[in-house]
């Protein structure tokens, strides 16, 4: 079914700092601005990944996942009803927002919006990066992948994994601190990650973009301290897809990992279950405490 992110959306009153935030930072493109003012961002030949809307406060506006064919998105109709979960098909002003060809939209059970996308506009040979990198891992491994936060990740592994079709790639549980599953819909390790948090809330936590050399993500964490980036987590490689990562604030409450040579699953991948997230490195920042873990929600009582 799903076989990629494609696109992420947000709402946020800090959009103005997005385009040099984007560009001079994460070495991406900008690409003419939404008819709300929207921030779009390039990372590659699609005509656009990331969109910052004007908005009053932070939020998730939607997460914009993608299938290979059209008639998929009547298998993902028919799974979701299956599971009491309504979904609508978009019409032509919102398949032309998001720049797609057929789009359906669905609320899960933890109040995010996600939208299923077939046919992204993509203008083939027309990335160009805001800083000289290598550029980003995307074509069949899409976007990058996200980590969200619930309380409930069995739950949320029920939905996810049982109706949606997202396969588990491993666990990481350290007991007390961390309890997390990872999913993958292609060769990436995981494109979505369910991470457990308190009681009340979900959130969104980050946004992981994958560049092609261990020199661009030096690079950046040269620029952290000139640019003031909101450091979260130092630089280290993670225990179960080994990304070579660091992790900051983005002017809008979520977070970005910023990474470089994860694993890549391969058919005869087993699941496994790690008991550190970090094999080195990774160390969470005194002052990132002071921070929003993500763009939070309430959740229904
Ligand atoms: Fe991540």
Redesign the pocket.
């Known amino acids: 079914m799903i076989k990629a992110l494609a696109y992420l959306g947000v709402n946020s009153p800090n959009h103005e700092q997005w385009p040099a935030f984007a560009t001079e930072f994460l070495g991406a493109q900008l690409a003419d601005p939404g008819p709300d003012g929207a921030v779009r961002i390039r990372i590659d030949d699609a005509v656009w990944r990331i969109q910052v809307h004007p908005a009053d406060q932070d939020s998730v506006a939607y997460f914009g996942w993608q299938v290979d064919h059209e008639e998929d998105l009547d298998v993902v109709i028919a799974a979701l009803a299956d599971a009491g979960v309504t979904a609508t098909r978009g019409g032509q002003d919102l398949a032309e927002a998001r720049n797609v060809n057929q789009i359906i939209s669905f609320d899960d059970p933890w109040g995010f919006h996600h939208e299923v996308v077939w046919g992204q506009e993509t203008a083939i040979g027309t990335f160009l990066p805001g800083r000289p990198i290598s550029g980003f891992v995307t074509g069949q491994q899409g976007l990058g992948?996200v980590?969200l936060l619930m309380p409930d990740i069995e739950k949320g592994h029920e939905f996810f994994s049982g109706v949606l079709g997202f396969e588990l790639s491993d666990k990481i549980i350290v007991p007390g601190r961390l309890n997390a599953r990872f999913y993958h819909v292609n060769a990436r390790h995981?494109t979505l990650?369910l991470g457990e948090c308190p009681p009340g809330v979900a959130g969104f936590n980050?946004l992981?973009l994958q560049v092609r050399s261990m020199d661009d993500v030096g690079t950046a964490y040269d620029m952290v301290e000139e640019k003031n980036i909101p450091l979260t987590l130092s630089l280290g490689r993670?225990s179960n897809?080994k990304?070579f990562?660091f992790y900051f604030s983005t002017p809008s409450s979520f977070h970005i990992?910023y990474?470089y040579d994860g694993v890549e699953v391969t058919e005869d991948w087993v699941p496994r279950v790690h008991n550190k997230s970090a094999i080195w490195g990774h160390v969470f920042q005194p002052e990132a405490a002071q921070r929003a873990p993500g763009i939070m929600h309430a959740l229904d009582a």
Do not use: F, Q, V
């Open positions: 992948h980590l995981h990650a980050h992981m993670h897809d990304m990562s990992e990474g």
